[in-house]
């Protein structure tokens, strides 16, 4: 049996017969396995207003309304957006009929006299399943389609700036050699833009269609966070960053995919150095507590507000930042790390203040550490001596 959402099934009945709707009323009461609401209209312009105005969940409509046709309702529904699945009813086995309504979009047809409660809650179940169906393929289509056009969007602008540069290095047009040294400068720093572009749309199409890999192995948790300080630090030096690393003087042995976790904290210290002003510290620690282990990324930039600190997990979102003016990043990065941290069983979150500085941090579950004695240096806080390391 589909399994029914807890919330009541909303339906609406379009019948002229008022005895109608009582005996629908009593056969869902009688055999519906899940509550529900059950509205009743017997005028077709009240029916279409309703449909307009309202989401349900599915549709009865009597294939007669007085001197008025069901089929024609159910067209204009449709053609005004809704979304609703419809069954037919009528009070004659027609076979015509029947037909003229499956051709038009009927989930069902049923006939009045023939039909009991149990036919009857089949078919509802039938018409929720279908429209639940059909809404994860419009949802597809719909994120199929965002993703194409966003794709195209972030690619057009490092494509035609780095076009513009090997253009005129290629007919010869910029016979000052410091200007040429600096043309060929750009055009692979756009180089390195379409690299990091056309990585993050691909895993972010892996991690949304399902095809990727987390592939879990014992790591030194530490040692993974010296070496995405390693990998940052050419970044934070040119803008002379300091890098401190705080971690409890035990090991951090914990049960995850290196690769990918190194990833989320790439992301986050490369955003942290590249929205910091120059000289700023960005401190980078891993703390242990009762059932997780958080690590935290912490700058001292310009901050983000509260109204798109929401955002910032949104794929493709960009806050108003000069990075973003200046066409650096992807907006996928956080959106990626999000969902890395998730499929390790934790959580991602963001503290931030206009003017105070930001701290991105990410936990992994108590049930994913396997490092034998980390439980009881929880118990003496003495136990765990922090030390630092600068890069």
């Not at 049996?1 to 005996?23: G, N, P, R, W």
């Not at 513009?164 to 390195?192: H, Q």
């Amino acid at each position: 049996m589909i399994k029914m959402e807890k919330s009541a099934v909303k339906i609406l009945l379009v019948d002229d017969d008022e005895d109608d709707y009582i005996l629908t009323e009593d056969m869902l009461n009688a055999v519906a396995p899940w509550s529900f609401n059950l509205e009743w209209v017997s005028q077709y312009g009240e029916a279409i207003q309703r449909l307009r105005e309202n989401e349900y969940d599915v549709c009865l409509i009597d294939y007669r309304l007085g001197g008025q046709d069901g089929l024609a309702l159910f067209s204009e529904a449709f053609e005004g957006g809704a979304q609703t699945p419809f069954i037919m009813l009528t009070g004659q086995a027609d076979q015509a009929i029947d037909e003229k309504a499956m051709q038009a979009g009927a989930v069902d047809f049923l006939v009045k006299g023939q039909t009991d409660g149990h036919l009857l809650e089949r078919s509802i179940r039938y018409a929720l399943e279908r429209a639940r169906v059909k809404k994860a393929e419009r949802e597809v289509i719909q994120m199929r389609e965002d993703f194409i056009a966003n794709a195209s969007h972030q690619l057009r602008t490092p494509i035609t700036s780095l076009q513009g540069y090997l253009e005129l290095l290629v007919k010869d047009r910029v016979p000052d050699p410091v200007i040429r040294t600096e043309f060929i400068a750009r055009a692979y720093e756009d180089t390195k833009r379409l690299a990091v572009l056309v990585n993050d749309l691909l895993d972010s199409f892996r991690w949304e269609s399902g095809f990727f890999q987390v592939t879990m192995q014992n790591i030194d948790l530490c040692d993974l966070l010296r070496n995405s300080l390693e990998a940052v630090k050419g970044l934070a030096q040119s803008k002379n960053i300091s890098l401190t690393l705080t971690l409890p003087q035990e090991t951090l042995m914990i049960k995850a995919d290196p690769h990918l976790v190194e990833q989320v904290l790439t992301n986050l210290l490369s955003n942290a150095i590249k929205f910091s002003e120059k000289d700023q510290p960005i401190l980078l620690d891993a703390k242990m507590h009762e059932d997780h282990v958080t690590v935290r990324v912490v700058d001292q930039g310009p901050g983000i507000s509260a109204k798109d600190q929401p955002k910032l997990f949104d794929k493709f979102y960009q806050g108003d930042t000069a990075a973003k003016r200046a066409g650096v990043g992807s907006g996928l990065g956080i959106y990626i790390a999000k969902k890395i941290v998730e499929a390790h069983g934790g959580q991602i979150n963001v503290e931030s203040e206009l003017g105070k500085g930001t701290t991105f941090s990410f936990t992994i579950p108590w049930s994913n550490l396997n490092g034998p004695g980390l439980k009881e240096c929880m118990t003496n806080t003495n136990a765990i001596k922090e030390m630092e390391v600068e890069v």
